[in-house]
């Protein structure tokens, strides 16, 4: 049995395992997941705005960035 820890040295991964870079494809359905989202967060926001009664702290762009930044890589996740 080959020990699959060899060669690591306390990082958590592999060495053959590098820092990949995002590819074009991360980028398109990055894209697209922001603009389905805009619609969305500006929803949101208003809801919030008529809710609250105040500005939100952050606006539907900022939403809807964070939204798109948060499941675009679980799609690519292995």
Request: proline share 8%.
């Amino acid at each position: 049995m080959s020990d699959h820890t060899a060669g690591d040295h306390g990082t958590g991964h592999a060495s053959s395992f590098g820092h990949r870079t995002p590819k074009i494809e991360f980028y398109v359905y990055f894209a697209l997941i922001f603009l389905v989202a805009i619609p969305f967060a500006t929803l949101a926001w208003v809801f919030g705005l008529i809710r609250d009664r105040q500005l939100p702290v952050h606006g539907p762009m900022a939403r809807a960035w964070r939204e798109a930044g948060a499941i675009t890589p679980a799609i690519f996740r292995p």
